[in-house]
């Protein structure tokens, strides 16, 4: 840390990038909240740089609650001098809108293979809505669609790859850049033996770096065994393993139990298969997350700061 920095910090003012890996909200959409809504208003060094207090920091996590409720970005304002927060009960119309509008837009542009258009879309919500939040309404979503209903369509099964090769180009690409401006625990993050999709740990290692994480994936169907060795060459602070498809008979009875026995770290286990399993995942040593990833994400600090 800069001796400018340092100094900002001990005056109770903080850089963008501090307040992005505190909040989990990157700093686009930061800035997208103070020119579109004027939701915060920064200090600014003589240069221009942005500087946050505590309370702004505790009015974009407010934000991010009122989004996480279900709160359309533009209906927030209104909503941030209130001493309570409304119940999800009282935005869901105006939820299911906002996210059903993007969703239709999307399918659209899947459906057309408009990649342009599907960029474009995406790159407005990430441009309003933390990441974290646009996992969960909007990609996930969308996935299950496409999962369900590539049959109904002569072109479904295309469709369905189209969107899965623009999301890792896409999250592909952002993962990469934020990983050379992260400095915090690093995390090896794989999918499970026998576990060919990948979207979901891109979703989830996206998430970790804009939470201060740094990543180190290894992809799909990964075989345990081969863990220890990429430790010994590249330390990591947690395993992050991931898996939706029915597991292998040996999984949780030798292989996972196997890992968890040679490693000095947290093994975490997290997608549907998490939920299915749970109980055996922590019979063999491992930690479940379940399938939420923000839900994930509070689990691993958690574990990591005891």
Same mark, same amino acid.
């Given at each position: @840390?800069?001796?400018?920095?340092?100094?900002?910090?001990?005056? &109770?003012?903080? $850089?963008?990038?501090? *307040?992005?890996? *505190?909040? &989990?909200?990157?700093? =686009?959409?930061?800035?997208?909240?103070?020119?579109?809504?004027?939701?915060?208003?920064?200090?600014?060094? $003589?240069?221009?740089?942005?500087?946050?207090?505590?309370?702004? =920091?505790?009015?974009?996590?407010?934000?991010?609650?009122?989004?996480?409720?279900?709160?359309?970005?533009? /209906?927030?304002?209104?909503?941030?001098?209130?001493?309570?927060?409304?119940?999800? &009960? #009282?935005?869901?119309?105006?939820?299911?809108?906002?996210?059903?509008?993007?969703?239709? @837009? @999307?399918?659209?542009?899947?459906?057309?293979?408009?990649?342009?258009?599907?960029?474009?879309?995406?790159?407005?919500?990430?441009?309003?809505?933390?990441?974290?939040?646009? #996992?969960?309404?909007?990609?996930?979503?969308?996935?299950?669609?496409? %999962? +369900?209903?590539? +049959?109904?369509?002569?072109?479904?099964?295309? /469709?369905?790859?189209?969107?899965? *090769?623009? !999301?890792?180009?896409?999250? &592909?690409?952002?993962?990469?850049?934020?990983?050379?401006?992260?400095? %915090?625990? @690093?995390?090896?993050?794989?999918?499970?033996?026998?576990? /060919?999709?990948?979207?979901?740990? !891109?979703?989830?290692?996206?998430?970790?770096?804009?939470? %201060?994480?740094?990543?180190?994936?290894?992809? #799909?169907?990964?075989?345990?065994? /081969?863990?220890?060795?990429?430790?010994?060459?590249?330390?990591?602070?947690?395993? =992050?393993?991931? %898996?939706?498809?029915?597991?292998?008979?040996?999984?949780?009875?030798?292989? !996972?139990?196997?890992?968890?026995?040679? *490693?000095?770290? $947290?093994?975490?286990?997290?997608?549907?298969?998490?939920?299915?399993?749970?109980?055996?995942?922590?019979?063999?040593?491992?930690?479940?997350?379940?399938?939420?990833?923000?839900?994930? !994400?509070?689990?691993?600090?958690?574990?990591?700061?005891?």
């Amino acid at each position: @840390m800069t001796t400018d920095a340092h100094n900002e910090q001990e005056s &109770g003012l903080f $850089p963008i990038r501090t *307040v992005s890996a *505190v909040t &989990g909200v990157n700093p =686009i959409t930061l800035r997208a909240w103070e020119r579109r809504y004027q939701l915060i208003i920064p200090k600014r060094t $003589p240069k221009g740089h942005r500087l946050y207090t505590k309370e702004d =920091i505790e009015r974009i996590n407010r934000i991010t609650a009122l989004l996480n409720q279900g709160m359309a970005i533009s /209906q927030v304002k209104p909503l941030l001098n209130q001493v309570q927060t409304p119940h999800a &009960g #009282s935005t869901g119309q105006i939820t299911e809108d906002v996210w059903s509008r993007y969703k239709d @837009m @999307m399918l659209d542009a899947i459906d057309n293979f408009d990649e342009n258009r599907l960029d474009n879309i995406y790159n407005d919500a990430l441009s309003l809505y933390p990441v974290d939040i646009i #996992s969960s309404r909007l990609i996930t979503p969308l996935l299950q669609i496409l %999962g +369900k209903h590539w +049959k109904e369509s002569e072109s479904g099964i295309a /469709q369905e790859h189209f969107f899965s *090769v623009y !999301l890792r180009n896409k999250l &592909g690409s952002r993962i990469q850049h934020l990983n050379l401006h992260t400095t %915090g625990p @690093m995390l090896l993050i794989a999918c499970l033996p026998g576990e /060919q999709h990948e979207t979901g740990i !891109l979703l989830f290692s996206l998430a970790a770096l804009n939470h %201060g994480y740094r990543t180190l994936i290894l992809g #799909s169907n990964l075989p345990l065994e /081969q863990i220890p060795a990429v430790l010994e060459k590249r330390p990591c602070d947690a395993i =992050i393993l991931s %898996g939706f498809s029915r597991p292998g008979k040996s999984l949780f009875s030798e292989m !996972l139990p196997r890992l968890v026995s040679s *490693v000095d770290i $947290p093994v975490f286990v997290g997608g549907a298969l998490a939920s299915r399993y749970h109980e055996d995942i922590q019979s063999g040593g491992a930690i479940s997350t379940g399938d939420d990833i923000q839900s994930g !994400l509070e689990i691993i600090s958690k574990t990591l700061q005891s």
